[in-house]
Every structure is written in structure tokens, then in C-alpha cells.
């Protein structure tokens, strides 16, 4: 095969293998969380505030951990002990469930969501940068929203294993379930690091630099000041959302399998949406307009949602004469949606137009410690201006306000002064090249 043809056949197999990892990543994400909520569920919603404060601390003593790892480790090695720890954790896990009555649902519960959160925002965020790393910007707005299909499948795929084999196995071994899918995700995940050094670039070298470089570029970055600001203001309107849909649940529904049945649906509406735009406006938007446009939307349409909400407040909608489905539940849903099917694809394709450095350690702290900062201000927030009696409408008023600021904060970030120039479109066919060094 002449090399031509081979670079060609190359850049067709790389998006197909990055949404089958991603796929896998997620599925085995998805198939533990259902074990961290009904551990969660067993101490109460009270304890959220602790839960996301230990997770916040977690994140601030990971944070130069990981640091050291990218500059020391070349790309390849990174994702194997990344991923390796994480597998083996799930794999210790094991005996303490079986365990659970000795040790407690309250403890148990306390550390396995903390680590649940670590794991999911740490194996997700390293997916991406790898992304952003072998991918340059212009294929990157082609095909990110393809490869973030392949996660949303995961996404519905493992709640149904977890559906499926409860209750043939057992809580305990769907932990070893996950870690196949973890371990399969990273096979994929080395695989594409073989062949993408096979191109001819230098993403095998170990990046260097300080263990908190990804603190240090937050304040020295414009374009990560941006994003973590969104990030709070984004993970603001998630909770609230979720609190209005949690008190609207407990408000309608008197027994946990109609309140079960009320969020599945809910989810399965999110996924569907996410997919949706993946498939159709998401990439359309990205190509022609600029990744800039992705953050800039989903802020418009949660603006427009809250308003809905503070006009309407417990208002229900009758859905082509079927089911009626509550105003604040259709909030959840839209900014669900376009949060997993427009934000994150275009977040991912701006990190590809920074140095390596910031991709992995900039791009890490800001979706770990500071989006689980953002949950702790954000739950402790919402709870205190529940017991100052601010209701539905109110907090909705609230939220249009920090979501009309985050529109302004999206905007100035796809615009930021540090960011690479953009690639132009790629033409018809296959790129000519599809990687960065």
C-alpha cells in the first residue's frame, strides 16, 4: 500500500476507533453509577454538600499527581497508567461490597462516590485531551460530535447491562463488568496512540513542565479563565435544574418506582436529544460557524428555558396528548441535551487550537477540581436560598441572570486572544492531515 493510501485508511479507522473507546469508556462509567446513587440514596440528599466537599479535595491532591505523570510519562504510557489505576481500583472494590454489611452502607457510600466522581471526570477529561492531541481543529469539528455519539451510546448501553445483570449477579460483579469495558476502552486508546505516532508526529514525547502547571495556567490563560468560569456558571444551571425536577418528583409522585420511572424517562429523552444534535445541528454549526458557537447557543437556549420556567413554574405541558411532563423537567431535559450533545463536542474542539501542556493539565484541573468547587458552591448555594423561601420562580429569575452572563463568557471564549489560529475547513474526502504534534 503506497503511503498516500495508507494515510488515508489511517485518518477513515481513527474516528471510528475513538466513539468505539469512548463508547466503552462511558458504558463502564455508566454501569457504576446506579452502585454510587443507591449508596448515596442510603445516607440522604443532606449529605451532598460533604459528598461533593471530600470529592473537592480529592480533585486539589490528585491535581499535581497528575501533573507530574503527563510531564514525566510520554502520551501512551499516561493513558495506560491512568487507566490501569482506575481498572484496579474497580477491582478492589470488589471484596468491599461483598463486605458492605461489615463495613457499612454510610461509609462505603461516602468512598465510592467520591471515587465514582474522581473516576468519571478523570477518564473522561484524559479521553478528550488525547483527542484534542491527535486530532487538529478543523477534523476535530467533523468528527468530535460523531465520536461524542459514541459516548451517548455508552450512555444508554450500560444502565441497561446494569438493568440486565443485578439481578443475576449481584451489586459486586457488575464492578468487574465495568472494568472489561475500562480495560477494552483502553486497548482502543493505545491502539490509535500506535497508529497515530505511525503518522509521523511527536505526540509520544513527554510533555515536561511544572506538576501544577494546569493551577498556574488558569490564572495565566485567558481562554482556561474562560472555560472555567463557564464551568461553574454551566454546572450552576444543572443544579438547579435538578433540584427544581427533584422537588417537583417528591412534590407528584408517592412511590419510589413512579419517581424511578419519572427520571428514567427523563434520561432517555436527554439521550435521545444529545444524539439528535450530535447527528444534525451540532456538527452543521461547528463547521461552518466555529466551535465558538457551540457554547454560545446552549447558553441562549437555557436562558430562553429559565424564563420559560420563572413564567410557568410547576406548569405542565401536554405532549402531543400523551403524557403531561412538568415545565422544570423540560428544562432539564433541553439543557442536558444540548450541554452533552453541543458544549462538550465544542469545548473538545477548542482545546485542540492550545499547546499540549494546557490540553492535559490546564484542560484536566479545570474539569476536575474546579467543576467539583463548582458543585459545592453551587448545592450549598441553592440549599440556602431554599431556606431564605426563594421559590420556583425565583430561582429561575436567578439562574436566567447567570445564564445570560455565561452567554457573554461563551462568546469572549471562542474568541480568546491565546487561542491558535483556526484551521480552515477540510475539503471533500479524506484530510490530508488530521493530527497535531
Not at 494515510?7 to 469512548?22: H, I, N, Q, V
Not at 454510587?36 to 454538600?49: C, H, W, Y
Not at 459514541?150 to 447491562?161: C, K, R, S, T
Not at 412538568?326 to 499547546?355: E, W
Request: with cysteine.
Amino acid at each position: 500500500m503506497n503511503p498516500t493510501r495508507a494515510a488515508a485508511t489511517r485518518e477513515g479507522a481513527e474516528p471510528a476507533l475513538s466513539a468505539l473507546a469512548f463508547f466503552f469508556v462511558l458504558t463502564s462509567y455508566y454501569i457504576v453509577r446506579p452502585v454510587r446513587d443507591q449508596l448515596s440514596g442510603a445516607v440522604g440528599s443532606s449529605q451532598l454538600p460533604l459528598f461533593y466537599a471530600a470529592t473537592f479535595v480529592a480533585m486539589l491532591l490528585l491535581t499535581p499527581v497528575f501533573g507530574a505523570m503527563v510531564a514525566r510519562f510520554p502520551r501512551r504510557r499516561l493513558l495506560g497508567w491512568s487507566y490501569s489505576f482506575f481498572i484496579a481500583c474497580l477491582l478492589a472494590f470488589v471484596p468491599a461490597f461483598l463486605a458492605q454489611a461489615q463495613i457499612g452502607a454510610r461509609l462505603l457510600g461516602v468512598v465510592f462516590f467520591v471515587w465514582v466522581s474522581v473516576f468519571n471526570l478523570f477518564v473522561v477529561s484524559l479521553f478528550w485531551s488525547f483527542m484534542a492531541d491527535i486530532f487538529d481543529s478543523a477534523r476535530a469539528r467533523h468528527i468530535f460530535p460523531l465520536i461524542a455519539l459514541g459516548g451517548m451510546a455508552g450512555a444508554v448501553f450500560g444502565p441497561a447491562v446494569t438493568s440486565l445483570l443485578v439481578g443475576l449477579l449481584g451489586v459486586a460483579p457488575l464492578l468487574v463488568v465495568s472494568a472489561l469495558m475500562l480495560g477494552m476502552a483502553l486497548v482502543l486508546l493505545l491502539r490509535l496512540s500506535v497508529r497515530n505516532s505511525a503518522g509521523g508526529t511527536h505526540g509520544e514525547d513527554a510533555i515536561g513542565g511544572s506538576l501544577w502547571a494546569g493551577v498556574r495556567e488558569l490564572w495565566s490563560r485567558p481562554f482556561l479563565r474562560y472555560m472555567a468560569i463557564l464551568m461553574v456558571l454551566g454546572d450552576g444551571i444543572g443544579t438547579l435544574a435538578y433540584a427544581l425536577v427533584a422537588d417537583y418528583a417528591k412534590a407528584h409522585f408517592v412511590t419510589s418506582a413512579a419517581r424511578t420511572a419519572f427520571y428514567a424517562h427523563m434520561d432517555l429523552a436527554v439521550n435521545i436529544l444529545g444524539a439528535m444534535l450530535q447527528l444534525t445541528l451540532t456538527r452543521w454549526l461547528l463547521i461552518r460557524r466555529g466551535a465558538g458557537w457551540g457554547l454560545v447557543l446552549p447558553a441562549l437556549v437555557n436562558v430562553a428555558l429559565l424564563l420559560m420556567v420563572m413564567l410557568g413554574g410547576h406548569a405542565t405541558l401536554s405532549m402531543l396528548g400523551a403524557a403531561v411532563t412538568p415545565l422544570v423537567a423540560v428544562m432539564m431535559v433541553m439543557s442536558r441535551g444540548f450541554a452533552y450533545g453541543m458544549t462538550k463536542p465544542a469545548v473538545d474542539a477548542l482545546y485542540t487550537r492550545v499547546p499540549r501542556e494546557t490540553r492535559y493539565k490546564g484542560k484536566n484541573f479545570v474539569e476536575t477540581a474546579v467543576w467539583r468547587f463548582g458543585d459545592l458552591l453551587v448545592t450549598s448555594g441553592v440549599s440556602g436560598l431554599g431556606k431564605l423561601g426563594v421559590g420556583v420562580a425565583g430561582m429561575a429569575l436567578i439562574g436566567a441572570m447567570v445564564s445570560s452572563a455565561s452567554v457573554w463568557v461563551a462568546q469572549r471564549a471562542g474568541h480568546s486572544p491565546d487561542l491558535l489560529p483556526e484551521d480552515r475547513p477540510l475539503p471533500p474526502g479524506p484530510a490530508a492531515a488530521s493530527r497535531t504534534t
